[in-house]
T-cell receptor, first 117, second 111 residues
Framework: AAGVIQSPRHLIKEKRETATLKCYPI?????VYWYQQGPGQDPQFLIS???????DKGSIPDRFSAQQFSDYHSELNMSSLELGDSALYFC????????????????FGPGTRLLVL | TQLLEQSPQFLSIQEGENLTVYCNSS?????LQWYRQEPGEGPVLLVT?????EVKKLKRLTFQFGDARKDSSLHITAAQPGDTGLYLC???????????FGKGTSLLVTP
């Protein structure tokens, strides 16, 4: 079965640079979520989108922005990168209620490992 | 603040033993999910529980959602070395909203 696709899988940037992470949800899933996981930490929610509109917002820095496009893929844009932004970034997607009665279930991608030098 | 308290944080047992991991909160969740995560990889969904009192079984794994939908447990029977990994519980308030994760239980099963 198709899973959530994230690209790139690995990214190295320098301080103050920008980065764009991409997420392609499972086909027919309409909601995407972004999480940040630091070393030894549990995933922390950043932001989510449902039908291209922001549905929930967590601890996303003002330097970051995200959007969901008409084909449901999402991009996380990160500017003025800081050393502390080094982490695993996960995208997750969930299905609409029309095809699942477990629409709250989130399926995670393999993540993008970002290293800021 | 950590909405979900997971215990124990670390667990080292021998093959064949049984174990239970607990996930507790003072908040009510509309659903609770259990994931398993390998280092450097994304969390892999094990189960979603949505009904208070619900019990779901996945081979040797038994998941229970508390009657009040504030807590959950994961019981593994006859643990095997292949069960080694990080187990995370996560609660959702509603669809489209953040998952609140527990800190995770790092399980090591030795032969």
């Amino acid at each position: 079965a198709a899973g959530v696709i994230q690209s790139p899988r690995h990214l190295i940037k320098e301080k103050r640079e920008t980065a764009t992470l991409k997420c392609y949800p499972i086909p027919r899933h309409d909601t995407v979520y972004w999480y940040q996981q630091g070393p030894g930490q549990d995933p922390q929610f950043l932001i989510s989108f449902y039908e291209k509109m922001q549905s929930d917002k967590g601890s996303i820095p003002d330097r970051f922005s995200a959007q969901q496009f008409s084909d449901y893929h999402s991009e996380l844009n990160m500017s003025s990168l800081e050393l502390g932004d080094s982490a695993l970034y996960f995208c997750a997607s969930s299905p609409p209620s029309l095809i699942s009665n477990l629409q709250e279930t989130q399926y995670f991608g393999p993540g993008t490992r970002l290293l800021v030098l | 603040t950590q909405l979900l308290e997971q215990s124990p944080q670390f667990l080292s047992i021998q093959e064949g033993e049984n174990l239970t991991v607990y996930c507790n909160s003072s908040s009510v969740f509309s659903s609770l999910q259990w994931y398993r995560q390998e280092p450097g990889e994304g969390p892999v969904l094990l189960v979603t529980v949505v009904t208070g009192g619900e019990v779901k079984k996945l081979k040797r794994l038994t998941f229970q959602f508390g009657d009040a939908r504030k807590d959950s447990s994961l019981h593994i029977t006859a643990a095997q070395p292949g069960d080694t990994g990080l187990y995370l519980c996560a609660g959702a308030r509603d669809s489209g909203y953040a998952l609140n994760f527990g800190k995770g239980t790092s399980l090591l099963v030795t032969p």
